[in-house]
């Protein structure tokens, strides 16, 4: 059962805002609300005021700008599986979106409300973590960007400010000779939690000298992580199989997983080191 609880429905962004801001945190924004009302249900949070940004138009564009590529935070994981550009310019994104839940809630659930929630286990922090992606942070008083390295904190923990809403997420176009990939293994094939998820982006020059890698993984730390210094091991190198291994065993060794109902921190580590070097070795062929 649903705690009692007041609901505002604001006609415009600014008009949310003012509404978050007057409450000093005791609202939340409810946009999709497959991970809002979950919780109010369980009794984990308990809001005297909710504010429906749902119907909110302007959070919810796709678009780009020059180099970059601009997702509002209103638009929904559906709408990420259905976008031409997504799918031309950040393919990992569509493919965490592809294995994202199930229809219903990829109807419902929105790209903002998943970084929001800062789950660790979420599928859409690890490709946007490995397109250096930012976020884009409104409230009355203005808006501030930050690197969505930066947002993610904790378990559950980001961050946000009361009065802030999640507007957009930012990020350049990979440039010519880069590849991603995304990989989650669940339960299940379908609206599984991920026991381990792995993204990876590689640009490679001509000569196949990696200039650039990331990989980000999730559900196997307290937040979704990258793992930098497997990122430094191949900058500047030739992807050899010796390199890619390891810089897969350097990127198991960076996690700090836990056992639980789904895995064992071992099986988490293991399959995180099997998954990095798997992706790393397709990119590379991509690219």
């Not at 919810?60 to 799918?87: K, N, S, Y």
């Not at 930050?146 to 993610?152: R, T, V, W």
């Not at 990331?214 to 196997?220: K, N």
């Given at each position: 059962?649903?705690?009692?609880?007041?609901?505002?429905?604001?006609?415009?962004?600014?008009?949310?805002?003012?509404?978050?801001?007057?409450?000093?945190?005791?609202?939340?924004?409810?946009?999709?609300?497959?991970?809002?009302?979950?919780?109010?249900?369980?009794?984990?949070?308990?809001?005297?005021?909710?504010?429906?940004?749902?119907?909110?138009?302007?959070?919810?564009?796709?678009?780009?700008?020059?180099?970059?590529?601009?997702?509002?935070?209103?638009?929904?994981?559906?709408?990420?599986?259905?976008?031409?550009?997504?799918?031309?310019?950040?393919?990992?994104?569509?493919?965490?979106?592809?294995?994202?839940?199930?229809?219903?809630?990829?109807n419902r659930a929105t790209v903002?409300?998943?970084?929001?929630?800062?789950?660790?286990?979420?599928?859409?922090?690890?490709?946007?973590?490995?397109?250096?992606?930012?976020?884009?942070?409104?409230?009355?008083?203005?808006?501030?960007?930050?690197?969505?390295?930066?947002?993610?904190?904790?378990?559950?923990?980001?961050?946000?400010?009361?009065?802030?809403?999640?507007?957009?997420?930012?990020?350049?176009?990979?440039?010519?000779?880069?590849?991603?990939?995304?990989?989650?293994?669940?339960?299940?094939?379908?609206?599984?939690?991920?026991?381990?998820?792995?993204?990876?982006?590689?640009?490679?020059?001509?000569?196949?000298v990696c200039r650039k890698a990331?990989?980000?993984?999730?559900?196997?730390?307290?937040?979704?992580?990258?793992?930098?210094?497997a990122e430094s091991a191949l900058?500047?190198?030739?992807?050899?199989?010796?390199?890619?291994?390891?810089?897969?065993?350097?990127?198991?060794?960076?996690?700090?997983?836990?056992?639980?109902?789904?895995?064992?921190?071992?099986?988490?580590?293991?399959?995180?080191?099997?998954?990095?070097?798997?992706?790393?070795?397709?990119?590379?062929?991509?690219?």
């Amino acid at each position: 059962m649903l705690p009692e609880f007041d609901l505002l429905q604001p006609r415009s962004l600014p008009e949310a805002l003012e509404m978050l801001s007057a409450q000093r945190g005791g609202a939340l924004p409810l946009a999709g609300g497959t991970n809002l009302v979950v919780d109010l249900r369980s009794g984990r949070r308990r809001p005297s005021l909710l504010v429906d940004i749902s119907h909110l138009d302007e959070l919810c564009a796709i678009r780009r700008e020059g180099d970059r590529l601009v997702v509002g935070g209103g638009a929904t994981i559906a709408q990420i599986l259905d976008e031409p550009l997504i799918a031309e310019y950040a393919p990992s994104v569509r493919e965490a979106a592809r294995v994202f839940a199930n229809p219903l809630v990829r109807n419902r659930a929105t790209v903002g409300g998943n970084l929001v929630d800062g789950s660790p286990a979420a599928n859409m922090p690890p490709p946007l973590l490995v397109l250096d992606a930012e976020v884009e942070l409104s409230s009355r008083d203005g808006r501030r960007t930050m690197p969505l390295d930066d947002f993610l904190r904790g378990v559950r923990q980001t961050a946000r400010r009361p009065d802030e809403l999640l507007t957009a997420v930012r990020w350049a176009i990979p440039a010519p000779g880069s590849a991603t990939a995304f990989y989650k293994v669940g339960l299940r094939k379908s609206d599984a939690i991920a026991v381990v998820a792995v993204a990876v982006l590689v640009e490679q020059d001509a000569a196949g000298v990696c200039r650039k890698a990331r990989i980000a993984l999730g559900s196997v730390a307290p937040r979704v992580i990258r793992a930098r210094e497997a990122e430094s091991a191949l900058e500047g190198y030739p992807l050899t199989e010796e390199r890619v291994a390891e810089a897969a065993r350097l990127a198991a060794a960076a996690t700090s997983p836990i056992s639980d109902i789904r895995a064992s921190a071992a099986y988490r580590r293991q399959v995180s080191e099997s998954l990095v070097r798997r992706l790393l070795l397709a990119a590379r062929e991509q690219g």
